[in-house]
């Protein structure tokens, strides 16, 4: 029997760990800064990284990170160009 349509709509808005590792090089952020920005302990980060074995990222924590790299992609950074 083959996955129901509810269980492959979780699957395919699951966030993998190359993309949660491309958010987190678009913010700068460290694993540890991640736990901490989002309440979970820097080895959960680790989990949610593993390419291995990775655990799965809970959806919440996956949107908010998704609309901090959309907002530092809009917005983008100041530079010292800028007179900042």
Avoid: N
């Avoid at 959806?59 to 907002?71: G, H, I, N, P, R």
């Amino acid at each position: 029997m083959g996955k129901g349509r509810k269980a492959l709509m979780m699957e395919m808005r699951q966030m993998t760990p190359d993309r949660l590792q491309s958010i987190l090089t678009t913010l700068h952020w460290s694993q540890r800064v991640c736990g901490i920005e989002t309440g979970y302990d820097e080895s959960t980060v680790r989990r949610w990284l593993s390419k291995a074995r990775p655990s799965p990222i809970p959806e919440s924590v996956a949107a908010w990170m998704e609309k901090l790299d959309a907002a530092v992609l809009a917005c983008g950074r100041p530079s010292a160009q800028d007179g900042g």
